[in-house]
């Protein structure tokens, strides 16, 4: 098995914001706190513009873990970097060190009061008992626990968005590759078979 | 659509015109980069604006708006001089092709450059590579209904694709985006001021048939109308209504008194033309009903304050019955919960209506046992399926569409063909579905399937010739295993046996005197697609169209052209004195004044991915709020140096109508420095108010804005009275 790991097909990804409001809703995070967004770089030029959908990419060897000065961060068997809102003072150099702009930062507070960090959890919850309502309150909801994948790649309109094993990632993706121009088959693979011609 | 959403991934080459399906249809551009993925698919984007599809495509065309017949009839030449037409299909499925190449004469690359604005070189690198890619698919959008002219771009579209063959083929087609949900479905059943359901028209003998369909007396019908006159005339159209209200001229054509009273069901009146004079037709009405789920936003512009009634209407989740989608295809809704609050489903809303006003009996009459006892919705998908023969929903049945619904993981989305338990079927039953046991048919006008599983040639629509030429299809272009090899007329109970089918007395006797869009029996339908005959004939289809203003479709400057030297060579058409109702000005309004040198910029309308038509519903969701929640303009930083507005700046933006907005500037690069561009998604905000305070307590949406049309410029389609949202011209001042 590998690390999960999410990946972002720019030539497919069309700043639909579907992945956006997904997550959104899915874990009913509070309005400015963005866990994921869609960034579009040279909008409206010629030939250059390009959108990508970004979140915490769950790395192996994550700085933000590193620079943490309460250890809130965490780092799952499959990948997933997690952190406990617990621990966590909102301090923000997770922010500083993340090479992503991942962490999240509630914005109530006249001066943008730093409260407690939160950011993509892969849909994996929290520390606090698996689809326990703690669980759900402070880090959403654990569509990994239910063998589902995160909901932003499940509402990707395009599939731009792939979750998942990195293992499967790459392996959806090199099919991608490898199908590139060989056309569109006339029936599905398998299907008569699986349900009788 | 031909063709399906699906399909699009057997293209070679796509092109877009007035279409941003990135924004407006993300699921079906899932389709049309699969295309590109799989069969290195050429995406070709004419757009005036340089959008989230243009971003994906290959080769990207800038032109004027408006000006797409003009580049159409620039790729018509060229494809004319190098032969790049389909010579057989021509011959046997075209009637008069030689007066669009008459036509295109003076539309060299040149002439298209001039007036569109899109280099030669540009034009001539898009038709190749669109001509000799073959299939390609022909997509389109509100870019190119919502002009004066849109009914003349709306059959260049498919005038081209004629011409490469690319018509009745997977991969091919015209595939024109429905702007939502179910828009295809509410168009079968009537929603048009111009026809019954299903396409029938007004005249007295579709009044008869629906009648007895009905189960009603036709005079019964009748005394409902003040005259016959005004039953068989076209009503006032979505976009000209509020003249009828305004102008005591249109009185009239309108049996002699305006219109008194609106009662206006989920539909989002401030998306047409001139908001400001929506307003006032609102505040004259007698009485004004809106019927939605949310609070209808016109309903918080109107400033009247007495009979105003919102009624709370059920939402889709909240009820059941079919839905139809862009590709003809039909799916099962089923309820998920039941209405909350006091909403009702529009159906119980309408039955309310129709008890109070005395007519329920009648009106449910053809449901069920007709004594008042009937199943909905599934009773009145079998009326539908009983009546709507000319688009070929006998085979909706309520069971049928069910069982595809439960089963849709088992058919290709490619191809929408069933497998196992569900072969022989085609996803959604896509119409024409001819009979109870028929497939429905994915891509129209093939021929190279049989009519029971799919098959079939252009409708026999115009008579049988025109001008000496014989308007039937050419010899060996019918369906596989047509029993007739070449062209035949519509199926009727005169004509069937000369075809070569034979009816029993009793047959016979049942259908005399009837045709195939309105044989009870269902006798022509399975005999004919027996022998492997459409009932609908096997024609060719016309490229002209000689009962239209423009027989041959003709570019004609806008109404409000930012190329007032144009205007001279290509005018607009003549004003029309009872266009659904209305006097509507064309050649008057575009010739009252030099309206470029007061109003010197173009607005480019669109929709935001975000948001749905109006806004209503979407700007309800706080998150959908959060990521565009306010309303703008966007511009070039050329012009906002011009005018001395900054990025971020407020800014007054004012229509040719008399309308104005402040919104803000935007700085961007997908428009050019005379445009702006202006999502239409907003409302709530009032020439600088806020309408915040209008609202019901609990029901105002989370973000407001200006709403963009109270800007856009006079102007309605010269055939269909779709309203001009596209061409307008607007003046710019900083805030």
Redesign the interface.
Known sequence: MGRVKFYCDE??C?????C??AC??AHEVP??VNRRRVVTIN?????R???LSVACMHCADAPCQQVCPTDCFYIRADGIVLHDKEKCIGCGYCLYACPFGAPQFPQNGAFGTKGKMDKCTFCAGGPEETHSEAEFHAYGQNRIAEGKVPMCAAMC???ALLAGDSDEVSSIFLT?VA??????????YG??K???? | MTNHLGDMQNSEAIIIFGANPAANHPIAMQHILAAKEKKNATIIVIDPRYSRTAAKSDIYCRIRTGTDIAFMYGMIRLIRDNKWYDKKFLNDRVYGIEEIFKECEQYTPEVVEDITGCPKEILIQATAAYAKAKPGCLIWNQGWTQHTIGSSNTRMGPIIQLLLGNMGVEGGGTNILRGHDNVQGGTDMGCLADTLPGYYGLAEGSWKYFSERWKLDYDWVKSRFKSKEMMEAKGFSLSLWLHGVLDEANAKNNAGTPLKALVCIGNGISTITMTHKVKEALDKLDMVVFIDPYVNDAAVITTRNDNLFLLPAASQIETSGTTVNTGRSAQWRFKVVDPLYEARPDHEILFDFAKRMGFYEQYTRALGDGKGNFQWPEDATREIARTLKTIGLQGWLPERIKAQTENWHMFDTVSLAGYGPMKNQYYGLPWPCWTEDHSGSPVLYNINKPVSQGGMGFRNRFGLEHNGSSLLAGAGSAPKGSSVKGGYPEITGDNIESLGIKLTDKERELVKGKNWKNDNSGILNKKAIAAGLVPYGNARARTIVWNFIDPVPKHREPLHSIRTDLIKKYPASADNPNHFRTAVRYLSEQTAQDWAKDFPVNIVSGRLVEHMGTGTETRASKYLSELAGEMYGEIHPELGAKLGIRDGEMMWVHGTAGGKIKIKAKYGYSVLPDQVFLPQNFSGMWQGEHLGDRYPEGTAPHSYGENSNQVTSYGYDQQTSCPETKCSLVRIEKA
């Open positions: 030539g497919r069309i700043d639909c914001g579907g956006v409001v959104k809703e309005v400015g909008e409206g030029i010629e030939g513009e390009v959108s309109s395009t599939k991608r199908s590139k121009g060989k056309g569109t088959p006339k029936a599905p299907w008569d699986a349900y009788g011609k």
